[in-house]
């Protein structure tokens, strides 16, 4: 007799759903690492990204001594 569903349909899907469930973890995971780093990213100076060029801001004041010769 054929059945319409083989046992190796059934170990494929649940295979399936282990890593289906997996991604979504994951990327629950990434998602909410992003969006805590946003939030609470120490203000704007914390999130500026490098772009080449000084910013005063974010020199420190032994770092500019040194530079006035």
Known sequence: MIRAEHELHQRRLGR???V??????LI????????????RGGGAAALEGFDHAVRPGMTTPEATAGESN
Request: no cysteine.
């Open 20 to 25: 289906a469930l997996s991604l979504v973890a």
């Open 28 to 39: 629950a995971i990434v998602l909410g690492l992003t969006f805590v780093k946003v939030t």
């Open 16 to 18: 399936n759903v282990g």
